[in-house]
């Protein structure tokens, strides 16, 4: 059956529409939900929030009175109930199996058929006919690919839990990349609250889109308007500046951070969750084109908040950060900038203009600096637009003092 030629146009497409997560956020990422009898396998660094997340989608699948599992590998079955209750209360359609063997799993998914089976976590997960220690290489690679299977078989969507670490990077995910059919990792600064979800791969759907959330107390919030990444309490000092970054198709208000300082030796040049590269660049269009003088300092950047932004929209502020902490001037707290910059200190034009003045709006800036050929912007925030860093920054009162 299999190997006789079908012709294309006739062969139906079979494929099941996916089954929303019951999480906005991750549905959109999934491009619609998980599939039936697909694997996807979520990964992050520890504490990012893998389990929280996989047990909020166990949570809402299960309320829709569907079966679902959570087959907990590194934890026992009170430990889960703890874990689960902290979110709320538990649905009844909520079975576990703490086990971390993958024939039970197998055997589980075979006799209870699960809408969704949950595997928290495939490194914690072994195959003991092979040997190899928990977590190798060949060890995840064997559970996968046995998983993988049996889900297939019993039409149950797979969600596995991957663990990476900082340096070994992507050594486990890497290795079941092409054994599942979706990859989905959290990313975000343990340290703040919010996270990142995107898909790396994706068999059934586009990747690139991201999800927003901000992690708590009571789990995995959504974050659709990307606002957790703001700060507390308005800052009001030089060296501070809104923009909005795009990432996929989504765009989020953040604020750009500099501190510039009297180089004891040799200057730093310290980015954090900003671009160095780009940091790099804008000290020397600063220097070279706006008469910013930054010889013998030491500077800082970073965004407020636990994401990054990386990609050149953000340039301007991240100039107009580095030319109010030299110059102790304040940029006011109403006011956004947007915009690449070149070497030749021109303001360049950034992708998704009008997404992210629709982000700022929401945090409610009223005034933002834009490339030319920009639109009118939605209503209720003032546009104007700026051709050259030295005018943005001469506009601002932002002229060095040494
Ligand atoms: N019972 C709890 N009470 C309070 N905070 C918790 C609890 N369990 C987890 N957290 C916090 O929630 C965050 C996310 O935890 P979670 O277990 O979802 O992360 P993870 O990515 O699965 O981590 P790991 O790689 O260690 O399995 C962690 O920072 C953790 O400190
Ligand atoms: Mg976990």
Redesign the pocket.
């Given at each position: 059956m299999a190997s006789s030629p079908t012709p294309l146009r006739a062969a139906e497409v079979a494929l099941e529409p996916p089954r929303s997560t019951g999480i906005g956020e991750l549905d959109r990422v999934l491009g619609g939900g998980l599939v039936a009898g697909s694997s996807t396998l979520l990964f992050?660094?520890?504490?990012?929030?893998?389990?929280?997340?996989?047990?909020g989608v166990l949570r809402q699948v299960a309320l829709t009175g569907v079966p679902v599992i959570l087959v907990a590998a590194?934890e026992s079955a009170a430990q889960v109930a703890?874990?689960a209750r902290?979110l709320g209360p538990v649905p009844e359609h909520l079975a576990v199996v703490a086990s971390s063997s993958v024939e039970d799993v197998e055997r589980v998914l075979r006799s209870h058929r699960p809408t969704l089976c949950v595997v928290?976590?495939i490194s914690a997960t072994r195959d003991d006919a092979l040997a190899g220690a928990t977590g190798s290489v060949g060890q995840v690679r064997q559970v996968a690919e046995r998983l993988c299977a049996a889900a297939r078989e019993t039409g149950t969507a797979l969600l596995l839990?991957g663990?990476v670490t900082k340096d070994g990077d992507l050594a486990g995910p890497r290795a079941l990349e092409h054994l599942v059919d979706t990859v989905v990792r959290?990313e975000g600064d343990?340290y703040g609250p919010s996270r990142v979800v995107r898909a790396l791969k994706h068999r059934f759907g586009p990747t690139g889109e991201v999800g927003l959330f901000v992690?708590g107390?009571d789990g995995m919030r959504e974050d659709p308007d990307g606002l957790g990444a703001g700060p507390g309490p308005a800052l009001d000092v030089p060296g501070v500046v809104w923009t909005a970054t795009l990432d996929g198709t989504r765009a989020w208000p953040v604020e750009v951070q500099a501190l510039v300082t009297a180089a004891d030796g040799t200057p730093r040049r310290v980015a954090h969750q900003v671009s160095g590269p780009r940091l790099s660049l804008m000290l020397a269009v600063l220097e070279a084109r706006c008469a910013t003088g930054l010889a013998g300092r030491d500077v800082f950047a970073t965004t407020a908040g636990a994401l990054p932004a990386t990609e050149p929209g953000v340039d301007v502020a991240l100039a107009v950060a580095v030319a109010s902490a030299r110059s102790g001037v304040r940029v006011p707290r109403d006011l956004a900038v947007v915009g690449e910059v070149g070497l030749a200190g021109e303001v360049r034009p950034v992708a998704g203009l009008d997404r992210r003045l629709d982000a700022l709006r929401r945090r409610g800036v009223q005034r933002v600096i834009v490339p030319s050929g920009a639109t009118d912007g939605p209503p209720g925030l003032e546009v104007t637009v700026a051709r050259r860093l030295d005018e943005v920054l001469e506009g601002l009162g932002l002229v060095d003092n040494p």
């Open positions: 992050g660094e520890p504490g990012v929030g893998k389990s929280t997340l996989a047990l590194e703890g874990r902290r928290d976590s839990v663990h959290v343990r992690l107390e």
